[in-house]
T-cell receptor, first 114, second 113 residues
Framework: DAGVTQSPTHLIKTRGQQVTLRCSPK?????VSWYQQALGQGPQFIFQ???????QRGNFPDRFSGHQFPNYSSELNVNALLLGDSALYLC?????????????FGSGTRLTVV | SQQGEEDPQALSIQEGENATMNCSYK?????LQWYRQNSGRGLVHLIL?????REKHSGRLRVTLDTSKKSSSLLITASRAADTASYFC?????????????FGKGITLSVRP
């Protein structure tokens, strides 16, 4: 039973560029949440997707957007990259009916903006 | 903003000793969870304690929750070098569909062989 799969594992982008990160949830899960973890900090909630709609959003600018597909996989898009966007981006999947009781995290995508 | 604050920020112990990590939070919660992270990679769920529970055990882990003091502690007994990692507490404020986790800044645990 595959867990949460994130791609790519590492990424280097130039300031001002756009980036797309991908997440495949654990089998049976229907909800995907994205977190940003800066170096030395705890993960910060970006947004959550369920039934292909953004259901909750943290304190992140509109440059951060997402999408969920019918197969429950998800993408995180960041436009106009800033140096401060350099971080580990974590995807967590869950079953909506269980809420936060059944979170499974992926290994993350390390984004470096230069 | 971060709901939880872990204490201490860093902890270094000898293999075989016990490690105690604390977490304080600010608002009422539905549940509190502890996660481990190795070398800046993915988070591994360790244990969850509900707001109406006071203590839970899982193998070498013991977690306590004091809702009156808005604090939790994680005890790792008989530590091993493999326990070296960062540990985070995360609070869940709401139930069901509106659940989301709010993490603290983490504790770096080093277990010396």
């Amino acid at each position: 039973d595959a867990g949460v799969t994130q791609s790519p594992t590492h990424l280097i982008k130039t300031r001002g560029q756009q980036v797309t990160l991908r997440c495949s949830p654990k089998s049976g899960h229907d909800t995907v949440s994205w977190y940003q973890q800066a170096l030395g900090q705890g993960p910060q909630f970006i947004f959550q997707y369920y039934e292909e709609e953004e259901r909750q959003r943290g304190n992140f600018p509109d440059r951060f957007s997402g999408h969920q597909f019918p197969n429950y996989s998800s993408e995180l898009n960041v436009n106009a990259l800033l140096l401060g966007d350099s971080a580990l981006y974590l995807c967590a999947s869950s079953l909506r009916s269980l809420g936060a009781y059944g979170y499974t995290f992926g290994s993350g995508t390390r984004l470096t903006v230069v | 903003s971060q709901q939880g604050e872990e204490d201490p920020q860093a902890l270094s112990i000898q293999e075989g000793e016990n490690a105690t990590m604390n977490c304080s939070y600010k608002t009422s919660i539905n549940n509190l969870q502890w996660y481990r992270q190795n070398s800046g990679r993915g988070l591994v769920h360790l244990i969850l304690i509900r707001s109406n529970e006071r203590e839970k055990h899982s193998g070498r882990l013991r977690v306590t929750l004091d809702t009156s003091k808005k604090s939790s502690s994680l005890l790792i007994t008989a530590s091993r070098a493999a326990d070296t990692a960062s540990y985070f507490c995360a609070t869940d404020l709401l139930t069901g569909a509106n659940s989301k986790l709010t993490f603290g800044k983490g504790i770096t645990l080093s277990v010396r062989p």
